[in-house]
């Protein structure tokens, strides 16, 4: 079975700058699907980034970044020039590319980010 | 839909009380799955559904919990006889299909005392 591992409960970041969460993942599959989710308060699921584990180039959107060290199985998540709005809790999660029910995902316990101004 | 909806959004139940969450996902989205949320934790698998058909409920935590999507849309998730050990955030989460991205609804958090 795989295992998403978030060792770091709590993190804080001045706005503006620079954070980086860590996640790491345990999986006898070669191919598979890394996420980030961010759950503000409101409670719903945000899908913030993606990475197929094929690929061995980082995947970037806008802000959010990824460093993905397939060997060391380590996942972890960059954002920059932070926001307040980025202040929530974050979730690493692991998908097996696998088409139905082994689609399903598994997270870690989350980290809450919060964002100083 | 424009999204996935849960209702209720908030439900409080007493202890032994039966209790039913909705789930309406996306128009036409095949994969449909529950998890339960408890509180500072990660969401955890309950069970799935591709149309009608539940496929997977290896995650639910006894034989209380009980799932239906009897049309292939809306999906509910029963819970019989509650318990305190049952308060959590139910979150579903729907996909065109199963490899694809899964949009989640906002939750329904579930107290019982």
């Known amino acids: 079975a795989q295992t998403v591992t978030q060792s770091q409960p709590e993190m804080s970041v001045q706005e503006a700058e620079t954070v980086t969460l860590s996640c790491t993942y345990d999986?006898?599959?070669?191919?598979?699907?890394l996420f980030w989710y961010k759950q503000p308060p409101s409670r719903q699921m945000i899908l913030v980034i993606r990475?197929?584990?094929?690929?061995?180039q980082n995947a970037t959107e806008n802000r959010f970044s990824v460093n993905f060290q397939k060997a060391a199985k380590s996942f972890s998540l960059k954002i920059s020039d932070s926001q307040l709005g980025d202040a929530a809790m974050y979730f690493c999660?692991?998908?097996?590319?696998?088409?139905?029910?082994?689609?399903?995902?598994?997270f870690g316990k989350g980290i809450t980010l919060s964002v100083r101004p | 839909g424009a999204g996935v909806s849960q209702s209720p959004r908030y439900k409080v139940a007493k202890r032994g009380q039966d209790v039913a969450l909705r789930c309406d996902p996306i128009?036409?989205?095949?994969?449909l799955f529950w998890y339960q949320q408890a509180l500072g934790q990660g969401p955890e698998f309950l069970t799935y559904?591709?149309?009608?058909?539940?496929?997977?409920k290896s995650g639910l935590p006894s034989d209380r919990f009980f799932a239906e999507r009897p049309e292939g849309s809306v999906s509910t998730l029963k819970i019989q006889r509650t318990q305190q050990e049952d308060s959590a955030v139910y979150l579903c989460?729907?996909?065109?299909?199963?490899?694809?991205?899964?949009?989640f609804g906002q939750g329904t958090r579930l107290t019982v005392v």
């Open positions: 999986t006898s599959e070669s191919d598979y699907y």
């Open positions: 559904f591709q149309n009608e058909a539940q496929l997977d």
């Open positions: 999660a692991y998908r097996s590319p696998s088409t139905g029910a082994n689609s399903k995902l598994t």
């Open positions: 990475q197929e584990a094929y690929k061995q």
């Open positions: 128009s036409g989205h095949v994969s």
């Open positions: 989460a729907s996909s065109l299909a199963a490899p694809t991205e899964a949009f």
